[in-house]
């Protein structure tokens, strides 16, 4: 089955279950070291995984580790550009969970970048990115410690799919003269519109069914949350692009109050529950009025229609959401890109699961990294039905390799991610509390130490583990 790898003789697979995973207590679980710092990074991450599953399960759970190989040190195995070879690829499918440090993007070589070929080989569609505040983390923001969201980002569809033509290209220049003169004329909608003859072409394909997946484990992930933290929020700009991301909103809420009518209120829908609560003798129309402020000026058909809407709700839910219930219920939202931008920098706490597609997540987890800490401290996962990825999400830093001095945080909190997956909440939550305890007590690597007032010294990277592992107290 394997060319150049043998896993390890002790240890089980896990299974698939509905999407979830079936997870044994000697888990045979790949990872992939990483280039650069990964040389670092990865076994400061092992061992502190390895000690908090020791000390949360004293022996009775254990991590049955499997090397494979991807980006550079997969080419020096199995050739030049051989940079995610297949034996890889039948060890991650196999065992279906894996973790990986950072990768470099092959350069001469077939595939555009290995973290998006794995996400689209596996159909790992959900990219899940917590962004979370730990005390003492140099921050450029005045209350980083108010910004706790998880970002999940569709993976697989969006401009990242790939599909486009070069200007200039025959297909590209064939497919700008059908739109120009047969698709956009035959759509009244676009006027006379018309796609420069000089244009590269890119394709922006949205699905329902990729769309609601990924809502549907957004909504899932808020079930298990503390109560104030149970919320999630469509992200999306739909008010320009009507027909896919305002599409990927309509498709959550769809699904939202269909799959899960019990559990969820939309805001719109609590505002009419709310103007009900306070005023058990509102009208429809007062209500209407009360839930969209320019209702007077609009037309007669338009005032029916949300009319009509608020009569709906109270008809549908009122018993099992009115009289303050849809308090306890998964709040669900949506709002503009630009605005979510702004508003996770003044309004943080008033946010938790961000649901987007996956351009807007690209630049939005990077974005709420950054208050929080920056990408050294940023875990990530790729999540799909029967595999999950967890990885870290900065570069390789090359220039970093070897000197023992990069900040493994990512990768480690990654595997925190991993083990939560796993089921194996006690030796998440003895990761998280001694890199917090190390944090906070000024136990950090360069790139943290530099940023601290006072400054502190420095630990390398193996004894900001060391350091993490002596805080579990």
Partial sequence: MYDKIK?????TKITFKNGEPVVPDNPIIPFIRGDGTGIDIWPAAQKVLDAAVAKAYNGKRQISWFKVYAGDEACELYGTYQYLPQDTLTAIEE???????????????????????????????????????????????????????????????????????????EIGDRLIKILNEDLIPATPEHGKKQIPLDSGIGIKPISKKGSQRLVRRAIKHALTLPKHKQQVTLVHKGNIMKYTEGA????????????????????????????????????????????????????????????????????????????????????????????????????????????????????????????VGGLGMGPGANIGDVCAVFEATHGTAPKHAGLDRINPGSVILSGVMMLEYLGWQEAADLVKKGLGDAIANGQVTYDLARLLEPPVEPLKCSEFADAIIQHFG
């Fill in 95 to 169: 065992y279906g969970v894996a973790i990986k440090g950072p990768l470099t993007t092959p350069v001469g070589g077939g595939i555009r970048s290995l973290n998006v070929a794995l996400r689209q080989i596996f159909d790992l569609y959900a990219c899940v990115r917590p962004c979370r505040y730990y005390a003492g983390t140099p921050s450029p923001h005045k209350n980083p410690e108010k910004l706790d969201v998880i970002v999940y980002r569709e993976n697989t569809e969006d401009i990242y799919l790939g599909i486009e033509w070069r200007q200039g290209s």
């Fill in 7 to 11: 896993p390890p003789t002790t240890g």
């Fill in 248 to 371: 990927f909103r309509d498709w959550g809420y769809e699904l939202a109050t269909s799959e899960f009518r019990a559990e969820c209120v939309t805001e719109r829908e609590s505002w009419i529950l709310s103007n009900k609560e306070k005023n058990p003798n509102i009208s429809l129309e007062e209500n209407a009025r009360q839930v969209d402020p320019g209702f007077d000026g609009l037309t007669p058909e338009k005032k029916a229609q949300i009319v009509k809407e608020v009569e709906t709700v109270l008809n549908a839910i009122w018993d099992s959401h009115g009289n303050g219930k849809w308090k306890n219920k998964i709040m669900v939202n949506d709002r503009i890109a630009d605005s979510i931008f702004q508003q996770i920098q003044t309004r943080p706490d008033e946010y938790s699961i961000l649901a987007t597609m996956n351009l807007n997540g690209d630049y939005l987890s990077d974005a709420a990294a950054a208050i």
